[in-house]
């Protein structure tokens, strides 16, 4: 099934290990979006992706990285874990605004979520 | 910066009553869409009903409708005929088109509710 598919889907880490959460998605959409839950938080964006080639900060980015490998995959790297980073992550792709200025909103994958011990 | 606020941290309704679940937003832009989000416990995001600003007539689906106030910048979601199956966390979202182009959705803390048999 078309969609985003985000791995893995649970992980724990130890304090100051690095590990990069996989994203891709098969939709053809331009933007690419990390996004992290906290309880009672909503979702905040880390970094975000508006086209290939590019990445930009949102509201959250200290302690993390991104690549956009290409079209379809877009990674987060935290290289370093901390506890403050014991979240649950979810990665999101839209088409964009295109034209005439319309929004369809963002997909979703099934989120990872991630324990830093 | 937008801001989205849900003031509702948790609600709960009767089986096949009718619920509304409150939103209300802050935005100086004119071309934007809001967004009603469901996250059930599997904690997959997804997309209810979407909103186009410039619209002046309330989206539907199903059983899900929208009270789109747009000079009092509210969004509120009534659910009808509520189903066990509607327990969730729901978050109101927005995001705004402005200039060279915005791609940051952004969230509300959420409201959980919860459908009593």
């Known amino acids: 099934n078309a969609g985003v598919t985000q791995t893995p889907k649970f992980q724990v880490l130890k304090t100051g290990q690095s590990m990069t959460l996989q994203c891709a998605q098969d939709m053809n959409h331009n933007s690419m979006y990390w996004y992290r839950q906290d309880p009672g938080m909503g979702l905040r964006l880390i970094y975000y992706?508006?086209?290939?080639?590019?990445?930009d900060k949102g509201e959250v980015p200290n302690g993390y990285n991104v690549s956009r490998l290409n079209k379809r995959e877009f990674s987060l790297r935290l290289e370093s874990a901390a506890p403050s980073q014991t979240s649950v992550y979810f990665c999101?792709?839209?088409?964009?605004?295109?034209?005439?200025?319309?929004?369809?909103?963002?997909?979703f994958g099934s989120g990872t979520r991630l324990t830093v011990v | 910066a937008q801001t989205v606020t849900q003031s509702q941290p948790e609600m709960s309704v009767q089986e096949a009553e009718t619920v509304t679940l409150s939103c209300t937003y802050d935005t100086s832009e004119s071309n934007y869409y809001l967004f009603w989000y469901k996250q059930p416990p599997s904690r997959q995001m997804i997309l209810v009903i979407r909103q186009e600003a410039y619209k002046q007539q309330n989206a539907t689906e199903n059983r899900f409708s929208v009270n789109f106030q747009k000079a009092a910048k509210s969004f509120s979601l009534k659910i009808s005929d509520s189903q066990l199956g509607d327990t969730a966390m729901y978050f109101c979202a927005f995001i705004a088109y402005s200039g060279a182009g915005s791609y940051q959705l952004t969230f509300g803390k959420g409201t959980k509710l919860s459908v009593i048999p």
């Open positions: 999101a792709s839209t088409q964009g605004w295109g034209q005439p200025r319309r929004n369809y909103g963002y997909t």
């Open positions: 992706s508006a086209s290939e080639g590019t990445t």
